[in-house]
């Protein structure tokens, strides 16, 4: 399980993602993760890494958001300062393409190396807890 960490970019709540992808080192979970500010709720996506065979065994989850909102269809829409998963594709050249709406009225597409996505989770891992 991963739950919020205080003080932290995800420390209000947390939610899923995109479907996990299978890779050869464990499930890959895009989430998203929410920061309260007194200009209402930031969302930014974040990456961990499940077993393969026990989802349920967190192996790490990266210490830093992948997407946060930067640009001004991210930072302004029907709700502003939100990105949220909606999907990703995982490709033959080993990248995945991950799909998410931006401020809830856009969507956006970017593109991660999946063994770049991995070793987040390992080399800088946070507490899962």
């Known amino acids: 399980m991963i739950n919020p960490v205080v003080y932290h ?13 299978k890779t ?39 210490d830093d958001w992948i997407v946060s ?3 001004s ?11 949220f998963s909606c999907g990703a594709v995982a490709d033959d050249d080993g990248t995945l393409k991950i799909y998410w709406g931006a ?3 856009v969507m956006c597409v970017g593109t991660a190396r999946i063994a770049d996505l991995v070793q987040l989770c390992r080399d800088k891992p946070r507490s899962a807890l």
């Open 73 to 83: 269809w991210e930072l302004t829409g029907y709700v502003h300062n939100v990105v």
């Open 69 to 71: 909102p930067e640009d």
């Open 24 to 62: 050869s080192d464990g499930w890959l979970n895009l989430y998203h993760g929410v920061f309260p500010t007194m200009d209402g709720s930031v969302y930014r996506l974040g990456v961990a890494l499940h077993d393969i065979a026990d989802p349920a065994i967190v192996l790490g989850v990266a």
């Open 103 to 105: 401020a809830d009225t």
């Open 9 to 21: 970019w995800d420390q209000m709540k947390i939610g899923p993602g995109a479907t996990p992808i």
